[in-house]
């Protein structure tokens, strides 16, 4: 089976995942007329142990895939080096939930904060048995650089969660109805994982015992202990925001309602930093064959085109969400979270500078030097901390916004510098995208003003995207549009008809 190629795999998971992002948003403000304002609280709980529970179930060897399987791939051990990472992935899963089950009214009170049946229990160990399967079946189908099929289970998966969740509610409106249905639409959507057959098959043309345990044990495991600190790291940007709001605030109950306004604010650009993971993921492994193949030229030129198309896209989906959320926080949230809307601009700044971030430190994972991006986003941790501290008891949410902008800036800087330390440099259209959100300071109005020069000048000139970026958009971008029924001029003939 053929690989996807980068700008086509690009395209199919933003295609398929911003309609997975809204079907997503739909099902949560569903949620919330079906449940009561505790029960949405125990579901989000729920939801965030999937989230932190799963990759510390598997010791986080499924993150690895993006990065290795390309590596034992191309030596014909893929199947053997499968087969360890499950092996001690099914391993970590099963203590974990018979931990879980035997303890289950102290974690069940630690993770919802609520006295816990065995029942419950039961029924949270067995969706997150299905999360993890499905988890690491996309980092697998990732690592293959199979990316339709990626992007066809996280589709699915959001489609599934979706019927299943309502038909569920309708005859249970219970928050472990949704958890049930979570299982089950993960469990659903592995559907497209017989197509990843003869891949694993063929890579099979070499002895499993050449690859010597040790060997492959000292260069897998500081690498998904880098990932793992990195995701920890990155989560600890929303618990500074959260409990500085919480406890610099002049009362306890000022700084609950402010910590209901910063999540607020970050409804929609959520949705970036949930594309932003998917890309990162998409992408890596593209790097990585390129990198084991020693063309470290062509990896720069990936991350420069990938980096570039992914951006603007995300500052077109900010435009967007800029123009729709007056009309989602007057009408659906009831004006109750003006404060958020008026901080929303921030939010989305920081979620593009992220990104940016994000995608450019895929250089050091192919590098295998995960403790660069770890120490640079150590630091942006620490630059977020002590601006909050500085900032919110005298500008409030503002402050707080304002904080984790700039420390996502610096971030970025710091990144750009080290990239530079290692001797890769990008052209100048690059900085030019990557500052492109800030226009979304000025409005919504300012902002399109900038995406439409961008447009123009990529389609009379080669001054944003050359004549190499836009062929891969002619060849890769536009059938995948067309597909789905949308026909858009082509940049290269738009070019050659002037």
């Not at 087969?83 to 970590?92: D, H, Q």
């Not at 980096?307 to 004006?335: D, H, R």
């Not at 003003?449 to 123009?456: C, E, F, P, S």
């Amino acid at each position: 089976m053929a690989s996807d190629s980068i700008a086509a795999g690009l395209s199919f998971m933003l295609i398929a995942n911003v309609l997975q992002r809204g079907i997503g948003f739909a099902r949560n403000v569903g949620f919330c007329s079906f449940l009561s304002e505790e029960q949405l609280g125990l579901w989000a709980l729920a939801s965030s142990f999937f989230v932190l529970g799963a990759p510390l179930a598997v010791l986080g060897l499924p993150g690895t895939f993006g990065r290795f399987v390309e590596t034992y791939r191309v030596r014909g051990l893929l199947p053997a080096f499968l087969v360890r990472i499950l092996v001690v992935s099914l391993i970590g899963t099963g203590v974990m939930s018979i931990a879980l089950l035997v303890m289950h009214h102290a974690l069940g009170h630690l993770i919802l904060g609520v006295d816990t049946t065995l029942q419950t229990m039961g029924l949270i160990v067995a969706s997150l048995g299905a999360v993890i399967l499905f988890n690491v079946s996309t980092e697998l189908a990732n690592g293959l650089r199979q990316s339709r099929i990626a992007s066809m289970m996280h589709s699915s998966s959001s489609i599934f969660f979706t019927i299943i969740s309502v038909i569920v509610l309708l005859i249970w409106p219970d928050w472990r109805s949704i958890v049930l249905a979570f299982g089950l639409s993960s469990a659903f959507a592995l559907w497209p994982m017989w197509r990843l057959k003869p891949v694993i098959t063929e890579s099979c043309v070499a002895d499993a015992a050449k690859l010597k345990p040790n060997e492959m044990w000292r260069r897998i495991l500081p690498f998904a202990a880098s990932v793992w600190t990195m995701n920890l790291l990155i989560n600890l940007f929303e618990v500074v925001d959260r409990y500085t709001l919480l406890y610099l605030a002049a009362t306890p109950e000022l700084g609950a309602a402010l910590v209901g306004q910063f999540h607020s604010a970050k409804i929609l650009p959520v949705l970036l930093t949930s594309l932003t993971s998917l890309v990162s993921a998409m992408l890596l492994p593209y790097l990585a064959k390129d990198w084991e193949a020693g063309e470290s030229q062509r990896v720069r030129t990936s991350l420069e085109f990938t980096i570039k198309s992914a951006i603007f896209v995300f500052f077109l989906i900010s435009i967007g969400a800029m123009i729709f959320a007056p009309w989602l926080f007057q009408y659906v949230l009831k004006n109750k979270y003006q404060e958020g809307l008026e901080a929303m601009p921030m939010a989305l700044v920081y979620c593009c500078f992220s990104a940016s971030s994000v995608l450019l430190q895929n250089y050091f994972w192919c590098a295998e030097k995960g403790r660069v991006v770890g120490m640079i986003t150590a630091l942006g941790l620490v630059a977020n901390l002590l601006l909050n501290l500085w900032w919110v008891p005298y500008f409030g949410l503002s402050g707080a916004m304002a904080a984790t902008a700039i420390s996502g800036f610096a971030i970025l800087l710091l990144t750009l510098l080290s990239l530079r330390m290692a001797k890769i440099r990008f052209g100048w259209s690059f900085y030019l995208i990557g500052m492109l959100p800030v226009l979304l300071l000025f409005g919504p109005a300012i902002a399109m003003l900038g995406a439409v020069i961008i447009v123009w000048l990529t389609s009379r000139t080669s001054s944003i995207f050359d004549e190499a970026e836009k062929r891969m958009l002619d060849l890769s971008l536009l059938p995948v549009l067309s597909k789905i029924g949308m026909t858009i001029p082509s940049l290269w003939h738009l070019r050659n008809r002037r």
